[in-house]
């Protein structure tokens, strides 16, 4: 069993940066792909980012890619998701997710969720 924490979402002006942090416990999560998912109210909870146990690969949602980068540190069981040149449209609360696979882009294929953070940019 995994949990996750999410931090780091706040308000920030359109243009501005955030980095969101997971903290993963329990067990390493060092052999498992993770990812970041996010939802706005009244809408599905859609993928944004994944990265491969050993941080080698990566994907990205084509509305963040160029944007957004994923990556982790494994000795300290955590990733992270740093957002640069945000958005309206990036408003939404943020959820980091561990899958047992090596990796994973699709929201099927994660077994474990954290709480979730919220990001609001405003206009």
């Known amino acids: 069993q995994v949990q996750l924490v999410e931090s780091g979402g706040g308000l920030v002006q359109a243009g501005g940066s955030l980095r969101l942090s997971c903290a993963a416990s329990g067990r390493t999560v060092s052999t498992y792909a993770m990812g970041w998912f996010r939802q706005a109210p009244g809408k599905e909870r859609e993928f944004v980012a994944a990265i491969s146990s050993s941080g080698g690969l990566t994907g990205y949602a084509d509305s963040v890619k160029g ?23 990036d408003t939404a609360v ?27 940019v405003s206009s």
């Open 67 to 89: 944007r957004f980068t994923i990556s982790r540190d494994n000795a300290k069981n955590t990733v992270y998701l740093q957002m640069n040149s945000l958005k309206p449209e």
């Open 94 to 120: 943020y959820y980091c997710a561990a899958s047992r696979l090596s990796m994973a882009t699709i929201k099927s294929a994660f077994h474990y969720w954290g709480q979730g953070t919220q990001v609001t």
